[in-house]
C-alpha cells in the first residue's frame, strides 16, 4: 500500500471484515468541547452511553487512523498525540491510533513529491510520536500486511 487511497481503502475494507462500523471523517469533541477532532478513519462499535456526549454517546472507537505523507510535518504528528491523548483522558477510554504514511501522492499536483527516500522521514516522525508520548503509533505503509497485524476484533 502507497497512496493514500491505497490505505484509505485497506483500513476501510479490513475494519468492515473485522465487523466494526467504520467511519470516515467521524468527529469526537473534546469533554469541554474546546476543540473537536476530525479522524480520518474511526473503527466504532455501536453503543448507548448517556455519560458521554456528541458521537461518543452512540459509538465507541476501537481504532483511529490519521493517514498523512510520509513528509507530515513534525508539529502535526505531536497534535494527533496530544488530541488523542486528550480524548481518551477526557473519555476514560483508551483506543490505538495509527497515523499510516503513504509514500506515493497521485493526488498531489507537484509530480516530484515522493522522489525523495522516505525512510529518514518515516524514522523522524517515529521519533516524533515516542517523544509525544506513543499515544499515536507511525507505521510505515510500505510494510506489507502492516494493517492485519493489529488485533482488534468486534466480536471479541
Known sequence: MFT???????????GVSRGFSVVP??????????FKKRIDVAWLLPR?????NGSLRRWKIAAAFEIEGYDVPLDRI????????RLQNDWGESFPCFVPLYTIATHRSNA????????RY??????????????VTIIDA???????E???RASG
Do not use: M
Open 4 to 14: 493514500i487511497e491505497e490505505i484509505y481503502a485497506a483500513v476501510i475494507r479490513e
Open 25 to 34: 471523517e467521524f468527529s469526537v469533541a473534546a469533554a469541554d468541547k474546546t
Open 48 to 52: 448507548n452511553d448517556e455519560a458521554k
Open 78 to 85: 505531536e497534535l494527533h498525540s496530544a488530541q488523542f491523548n
Open 112 to 119: 516530484h513529491w515522493g522522489s525523495e527516500t522516505p525512510d
Open 122 to 135: 518515516i524514522a523522524d516522525r517515529k521519533q516524533a510520536a515516542e517523544r509525544s508520548g506513543s499515544v
Open 142 to 148: 510500505r510494510v506489507q500486511n502492516w494493517l492485519s
Open 150 to 152: 493489529f488485533g482488534c
